[in-house]
């Protein structure tokens, strides 16, 4: 600056062509130096979006950051690719906060997972009735992983290790993609399905983005899917579930024994944002129920995308579960107080209804070659889970 006011200021074009001269060495000299500094020291420039690795205990994961505004979320590639916490900016309190109850660092609990936090499931969601199903006249057996009510639960995937294929961060997200194929070794899925998980992290949102593919050539294969987030409120009692507006519901009729869809359903006005969950801090009024949207896109179209969100009453702070039209149907689980003393509600985003390798109700049939895809939005703004969505389309536009 100082040499630009001489050089504005002189008198004579012999002056300003000579200072001229000085300048453009100066920055040569400056430029050079940069440079040498930059090779000797490995300085590198960072972008606000970040993808590392790290370790909780022996538990291998995977560390979206945002460097600005401090948001993160900490995904388990040897575990499913499930979210094991999730860190996003707060309109409210003006600071990151905790979106997802956690296993808080304890790689032991993250390891059992009795609540199934975080988890991604699939090729089937929520229970199979007796882990049997039948599928082009073939009767299949399932392990079952819910002995108590002698259920097979939550897919096959929660404990399988995935490839990392892509890890990327740049000024506007940062995002991973997992893969796993099944080859059909697991007892009762005998398909060759390749499964592939978008975790992104941007603006004061996340997005799983979750991709299917029937590698059989010649023979269909049953599939759906789910995701099992629990979000933390201050007390379960007082938070508010609101289903998105834009649709009625079903209540799903289910036998209190099994768990399992009994085959009758009825409309219902729950959780329509009109009261809290009710009951008590240390006993919640218990939900395990099943809610299937009655709009569809092609009947309702500012119903294309279901927009859900859970208030907390005492920190005024709202999340927002954002799901395309592949999830139309949803669980709400309010026993985490009960299992592990922890206030949180599980808003569980479903492609098909409970059972659905039974009674069919949603469930995709993937023909030869076949794909699938579908896609949910955590944010803690409406306006960015629209964003985040457009975020989204650009990546798919792009790998197409």
């Not at 004579?12 to 000797?40: K, Q």
Request: aromatic share 8%; hydrophobic share 40%; proline share 4%.
């Amino acid at each position: 600056t100082a040499l630009h006011n001489i050089l504005g200021n002189s008198q004579t074009a012999r002056s300003r062509e000579t200072l001229h001269r000085v300048c453009t060495m100066v920055l040569r000299v400056l430029g050079l130096y940069a440079a040498l500094l930059l090779a000797t020291t490995g300085f590198t420039w960072a972008a606000r979006f970040s993808v590392t690795h790290g370790m909780i205990g022996d538990v291998p994961t995977l560390e979206l950051a945002d460097s600005v505004r401090g948001q993160g979320v900490q995904v388990l590639p040897t575990l499913g690719g499930r979210v094991e916490s999730l860190q996003l900016w707060s309109p409210v309190s003006k600071k990151v906060r905790d979106v997802l109850l956690s296993h808080n660092g304890n790689a032991t609990a993250i390891k059992d997972n009795d609540m199934f936090k975080g988890a991604i499931l699939l090729p089937f969601a929520n229970r199979i009735a007796k882990g049997q199903y039948t599928f082009q006249g073939k009767a299949y057996q399932l392990d079952l992983n819910e002995p108590d009510r002698h259920n097979a639960i939550h897919g096959l995937l929660y404990n399988k290790k995935m490839m990392i294929e892509e890890m990327s961060g740049d000024e506007s997200i940062a995002m991973v993609t997992l893969a796993y194929t099944f080859n059909g070794s697991d007892a009762g899925y005998p398909f060759p399905l390749r499964v592939k998980l978008n975790h992104i992290l941007t603006d004061d949102a996340y997005v799983l983005n979750i991709a299917v593919t029937n590698l059989d050539t010649l023979h269909p294969l049953p599939f759906y899917a789910g995701f099992h987030p629990y979000f933390k409120v201050t007390d379960t009692a007082a938070a508010i579930v609101v289903l998105a507006q834009c649709s009625n519901y079903s209540l799903v009729d289910v036998d209190k024994t099994t768990m399992i869809p009994t085959g009758t359903s009825e409309t219902t006005n729950l959780f329509k944002g009109k009261a809290p969950i009710g009951g008590t801090p240390t006993e919640p009024t218990f939900y395990d129920d099943g809610f299937v949207a009655l709009e569809s896109p092609a009947a309702a179209r500012n119903c294309t995308d279901l927009l859900h969100a859970i208030y907390d009453e005492l920190s005024r702070e709202t999340v927002y579960l954002v799901q395309e039209p592949a999830f139309r149907y949803n669980q709400v689980f309010t026993g985490s107080v009960a299992i592990s003393g922890e206030q949180g509600v599980a808003l569980e985003p479903m492609s098909a209804e409970t059972d659905a390798y039974n009674n069919h109700i949603g469930l995709s049939i993937l023909s030869a070659g076949e794909k699938w895809q579908g896609a949910v939005v955590l944010s803690t703004g409406a306006t960015s889970s629209d964003a985040a969505m457009a975020v989204l389309e650009k990546l798919r536009n792009r790998s197409n």
